[in-house]
């Protein structure tokens, strides 16, 4: 379960056994931090907190102020600044050069927890969405803190934002932010006397695997991209090995032969697959299904040569993949990380997926000439195999 989605449940709880809780929010940072803007933590009035905001360093501090939070129903926005080498002497001394900006509201009204049954909305339709929070005004009021605009892809629309200008403002960035976006962004917006800062995030529904195959070297498969909080569905044409004593862990298990496994799956751009049935002809027609679905990532379990003859016999057949959907297979599967075992041939292989649907290498950090969190490099992510076989093919 992924860090959004534990809250979400950990709020249920609270309403449920009618808690008082509040909800912390980096909402800003400048310079170096350990989580970025958009990390959150419940926290509830016995002291039981879900998520994080740091590595550690700030939750107790946050925690301390949030009992006054829930006592005066009041939202506030604190300031961590670690850029002095004396930072230490508040008790923390993270020493991480940064200054970071903290949202903490009480979730009373429908206008703070509105923001919980939005991200529940985007996760349960697998809708990608935007909300822009309000963490700063000044002058004359334009809007309150924690006042909120919400955009999913459907083009619904929630405004809370009183002020019409500002309102238009702000949806006119989050439909933006919405087409081309993927991190979040900190918007000002200077009105006449006045000025507000708003938090325009990107809320992406959990990445959904699709794993073919229901041998030995799935189980770790599965389990790894549950703890990164993945929906992830097994299929096999063999009973025998596609069981939920297999794989406990597995969102959705499904027997079923290639030619009619469409009717199990819903494949969109939040879908990655990987195909690992050890059976070739398996392998090339599960291939030749997934191909037309707008998939970003593709893994094939097999050597390189494998995977250009199951590319041949497509072609035979009249399945010619152009450069877009080659560019879409990753085959061999996986990072080059020296994997051997099936344990680390999976960790290899839920890193690619990862890299690949946060637009990124996968290389080492310290190797990075960006910043660790800018949203993508400017080269475009290599594209090895689809190039050899544009070649070769």
């Given at each position: 379960m992924n860090e959004l989605q534990a809250i979400i449940e950990a709020f249920a709880d609270v309403q449920q056994n009618h808690k008082n809780a509040v909800l912390a929010t980096v909402v800003k940072v400048k310079g170096s931090a350990y989580r970025?803007?958009?990390?959150?933590?419940?926290?509830?009035?016995?002291?039981c907190r879900v998520g994080a905001i740091s590595g550690g360093c700030l939750e107790?501090?946050?925690?301390?102020?949030?009992?006054?939070?829930?006592?005066?129903?009041?939202a506030t926005v604190v300031t961590y600044d670690t850029t002095s080498d004396d930072d230490i002497f508040w008790g923390l001394g993270m020493g991480c050069n940064g200054i970071i900006q903290v949202l903490i509201e009480p979730l009373k009204s429908q206008f703070n927890i509105e923001q919980i049954a939005f991200l529940s909305s985007c996760f349960r339709w697998r809708?990608?969405?935007?909300?822009?929070?309000?963490?700063?005004?000044?002058?004359d009021p334009l809007a309150s803190i924690t006042s909120r605009i919400f955009l999913n892809e459907s083009d619904t629309l929630i405004n809370q934002v009183e002020d019409a200008e500002l309102a238009k403002k702000i949806i006119e960035n989050a439909r933006e932010v919405l087409k081309h976006g993927r991190t979040s962004q900190i918007k000002s917006y200077?009105?006449?006397?006045?000025?507000?800062e708003v938090l325009i995030e990107v809320i992406q529904p959990p990445v959904s695997l699709v794993v073919f195959g229901a041998g030995d070297d799935a189980i770790p498969v599965v389990r790894l991209a549950k703890e990164l909080g993945w929906y992830v569905t097994v299929i096999d044409r063999r009973a025998a090995y596609a069981t939920s004593t297999r794989f406990p862990l597995a969102d959705a298990i499904a027997i079923s032969h290639p030619e009619e496994m469409r009717s199990h799956l819903t494949l969109d751009y939040h879908t990655a697959a990987v195909v690992m049935t050890h059976n070739y002809l398996c392998d090339r027609?599960?291939?030749?299904?997934?191909?037309?679905?707008?998939?970003?990532?593709?893994?094939?379990?097999?050597?390189?040569?494998?995977?250009?003859?199951l590319l041949q016999d497509?072609?035979?057949?009249?399945?010619?993949?152009?450069?877009?959907?080659?560019?879409r297979l990753y085959a061999p599967v996986g990072l080059d990380i020296g994997a051997e075992t099936p344990q680390e041939i999976a960790l290899a292989i839920i890193a690619e997926i990862k890299a690949v649907m946060a637009e990124r290498y996968g290389g080492f950090l310290r190797n990075r000439k960006a910043p660790i969190y800018v949203e993508k490099q400017n080269e475009q992510t290599s594209k090895i195999l689809a190039?050899?076989?544009?070649?070769?093919?």
């Amino acid at each position: 379960m992924n860090e959004l989605q534990a809250i979400i449940e950990a709020f249920a709880d609270v309403q449920q056994n009618h808690k008082n809780a509040v909800l912390a929010t980096v909402v800003k940072v400048k310079g170096s931090a350990y989580r970025r803007p958009g990390a959150r933590m419940l926290i509830t009035e016995d002291g039981c907190r879900v998520g994080a905001i740091s590595g550690g360093c700030l939750e107790d501090d946050v925690c301390d102020r949030a009992k006054e939070v829930i006592a005066t129903g009041i939202a506030t926005v604190v300031t961590y600044d670690t850029t002095s080498d004396d930072d230490i002497f508040w008790g923390l001394g993270m020493g991480c050069n940064g200054i970071i900006q903290v949202l903490i509201e009480p979730l009373k009204s429908q206008f703070n927890i509105e923001q919980i049954a939005f991200l529940s909305s985007c996760f349960r339709w697998r809708q990608r969405g935007v909300m822009a929070t309000v963490f700063r005004a000044s002058g004359d009021p334009l809007a309150s803190i924690t006042s909120r605009i919400f955009l999913n892809e459907s083009d619904t629309l929630i405004n809370q934002v009183e002020d019409a200008e500002l309102a238009k403002k702000i949806i006119e960035n989050a439909r933006e932010v919405l087409k081309h976006g993927r991190t979040s962004q900190i918007k000002s917006y200077p009105l006449g006397n006045s000025e507000a800062e708003v938090l325009i995030e990107v809320i992406q529904p959990p990445v959904s695997l699709v794993v073919f195959g229901a041998g030995d070297d799935a189980i770790p498969v599965v389990r790894l991209a549950k703890e990164l909080g993945w929906y992830v569905t097994v299929i096999d044409r063999r009973a025998a090995y596609a069981t939920s004593t297999r794989f406990p862990l597995a969102d959705a298990i499904a027997i079923s032969h290639p030619e009619e496994m469409r009717s199990h799956l819903t494949l969109d751009y939040h879908t990655a697959a990987v195909v690992m049935t050890h059976n070739y002809l398996c392998d090339r027609d599960i291939l030749q299904t997934l191909i037309p679905f707008p998939l970003p990532y593709i893994g094939i379990l097999g050597a390189r040569n494998r995977t250009k003859k199951l590319l041949q016999d497509l072609q035979q057949i009249g399945c010619v993949l152009d450069s877009e959907q080659l560019n879409r297979l990753y085959a061999p599967v996986g990072l080059d990380i020296g994997a051997e075992t099936p344990q680390e041939i999976a960790l290899a292989i839920i890193a690619e997926i990862k890299a690949v649907m946060a637009e990124r290498y996968g290389g080492f950090l310290r190797n990075r000439k960006a910043p660790i969190y800018v949203e993508k490099q400017n080269e475009q992510t290599s594209k090895i195999l689809a190039i050899s076989f544009q070649s070769k093919i």
